[in-house]
Nanobody, 119 residues
């Protein structure tokens, strides 16, 4: 199995909050780090946040530090991205991904969920 499914996207006003979830196939992705990336129209894919398998290490892109928080459940099959103080520049399609290490390449990707921040 190599299935990742994002949910929780939608329309939110600037300054508001939104929570994204990523459901993963636990057995297939056992031992893998999981991360969030985003891509706006005409823009390159951007790293947002990542968390290690053990959940002992997290990493954030500079543009979201202090505003976004990544976490995972006890079974390590669901990853959550809590987004606060949203800005118009956060508007993008957000993708969940899995890879062998938190700082390495990510090989498995979900379909993405749209986040639109209005101003």
């Amino acid at each position: 199995q190599e299935q990742l499914v994002e949910s929780g996207g939608g329309l939110v006003q600037a300054g508001g909050s939104l929570r994204l979830s990523c459901a993963a196939s636990g057995r297939t992705f056992s031992g893998y780090a999981m991360g969030w990336f985003r891509q706006a129209p005409g823009k390159e894919r951007e790293f947002v946040a990542a968390i290690s398998w053990s959940a002992g290490s997290t990493k954030y892109g500079d543009s979201v530090k202090g505003r976004f928080t990544i976490s995972r459940d006890n079974a390590k099959t669901t990853v959550t991205l809590q987004m606060n103080s949203l800005k118009s520049e956060d508007t993008a399609v957000y993708y969940c991904a899995a890879g062998p290490t938190i700082s390495g390449n990510y090989y498995y990707w979900g379909q993405g969920t749209q986040v639109t921040v209005s101003s």
